[in-house]
């Protein structure tokens, strides 16, 4: 079993900044993909930002204000989030997708809440 532990979240006012970290524990066989994903108050969840061997990838809305990065050592991914917008309020949840021989397995975070007051 994977764990995904959180920190970071908290209440910011517009224009400010937070970031994010998720360090990973256990039974990490091969992390193909980590990443954010976040959900608003009746929203569906959605993809923020995922590092993987190919690169990283942004949410349109976030482009240019958030940064991922990744340390492999130490199994964590981080979010910088720069000037943050209320629209970015919600819970941002840790992703991990592990390579079990030919199979792919996800792995949530609890979810941190990010809260961004106009």
């Known amino acids: 079993q994977v764990h995904l532990v959180e920190s970071g979240g908290g209440l910011v006012q517009a224009g400010g900044s937070l970031r994010l970290s998720c360090a990973a524990s256990?039974?990490?066989?091969?992390?193909?993909?980590m990443g954010w994903f976040r959900q608003a108050p009746g929203k569906k969840r959605e993809m923020v930002a995922i590092?993987?061997?190919?690169?990283?990838n942004y949410h349109e809305s976030v482009k240019g204000r958030f940064t991922i990065s990744r340390d492999t050592v130490k199994d964590t991914v981080y979010l910088q989030m720069n000037s943050l917008k209320p629209e970015d309020t919600g819970v941002y949840y840790c992703?991990?997708?592990?390579?079990?021989?030919?199979?792919?397995?996800?792995?949530w975070g609890q979810g941190t809440q990010v809260t961004v007051s106009s």
């Open positions: 992703y991990l997708l592990d390579q079990v021989a030919v199979r792919l397995v996800n792995y």
């Open positions: 256990g039974r990490i066989n091969g992390i193909n993909t």
């Open positions: 590092v993987s061997g190919r690169g990283t």
